[in-house]
């Protein structure tokens, strides 16, 4: 995959060609993917019930807010490493025939390292990885806690210089997966969630 | 480095998208769960709900605590099956609160049981349909407060001395009182209508709670 190997050649070029840290702020909405599919019953089973049996049920992370914050350092003209922390809040709902419920609160928090490079004019595309957690109470799915999942995220837009500081507006993706203990004992599989939104930063002073 | 090999990167994002699942519940794990009317109708609690049990431990401070420990084992045991909310198993200390009541037969009872009497051995849960056989009857308080006690589950006190047993008792009553309204021909399961060996569900009883609240309901409590 590529990013492993640019980011292992990015800190190869870093000490000689970095310079001071800048505080960095981004501000985010993401929307989520399904983060649980349960299509409860085989078709034999759903013949002998009859039709009062739903047809499958989902779970997913309905749209949040996330803050993360960090620190930026250019490495050369028109390429910078970002290492940020991150916060998304979120409600777990659920979709099924009789309609959509929501079950609990959530809280994802990633650690990210990703770079960015200067394309053309102020276009710019990153890509990153790193860890993220869910935090929420001890029910439903999550009874038994969740598994820490890698995180890879890529992004795309613009990067603009606004009285000397440094702003940005881009797209993004992320893919992490989701698991946990009591999915398992239920006999189920962990399975990938692509989280996908819009992301604002600054760099206070990042244009000079 | 290429900024362009990002564009395969965000490829493989999106091509390794597919979600956690849990599997199809086959036939053979999903045991008769429906009330025994005619036609056998579905009998469960709202998507959602909180349960509040009610425990009427009784004069004797060591049998309440006894029924007490049970209803937290066995809504544990229970609520860990409803992987998406479906229903919360929750003690309650106001009775005017409550859903279901736990007690000791022959103690005194918060509520009136003449129109609804417990008839069982060593455990027993009691409902009533209400005239329209949709809802269930809620249990009178003695006074003529109001209440909304719809389930009895009533344990013999008898039980007590074998060790464990109370436990076991109680959790099997709340998979009554969840809507499990038959039994398990399987003596592995905790709903079998036999001597039972397990206070924990088992596969089957998990698949036939999980899909009984994915089911409409039809007797709602």
Redesign the interface.
Known sequence: ???P??FL??LLVWPAAAQRPRLEVRAAVLAS??????????P??KA??GP???ES?R?RAAAGPELSAGAMVPLRPGVSLSGLVGWQQATLR?E???GT?D??ELALVHALLSAE?A?RGALV???GVGMLGYRSDP???F?DGVDLSPL?R?SGGGRWVVRGHAISVRAL???HR??SP??RI?????????RYGVQVGVVPGGGR | MNPCRLVPAAVLLLAACESAALPPRPNADVYEFRLQTQPPRVLRWPSGSTIRVYVAGGADPARAAALAAALAQGASAWNRQALFGEYRLAATTDVDNADVLLRWSGEASPVELAQCPPSGTAAVTTFCLDAAQNRLRVFPRPAGEPGRVRMVVTILPSELVIAGRVPLLVTHELGHVLGIARHSAEPRDLMYDGVLTTAEPSRRDRATVQVLYQMQPEVVP
Do not use: K
């Open positions: 995959m590529a990013a190997s640019f050649s990015l993917s399904t983060l649980v599919e349960d299509v409860l019953a085989t034999a089973l002998r019930l009062g049996l739903g049920l779970a659920a099924d025939a009789g419920r079950l609990q490079f394309l595309a990153g890509a029910v439903g799915l009874t890879v890529v993706a992320d893919v989701f698991g009591l999915l239920a006999g189920g599989s962990g399975g990938a969630v692509l």
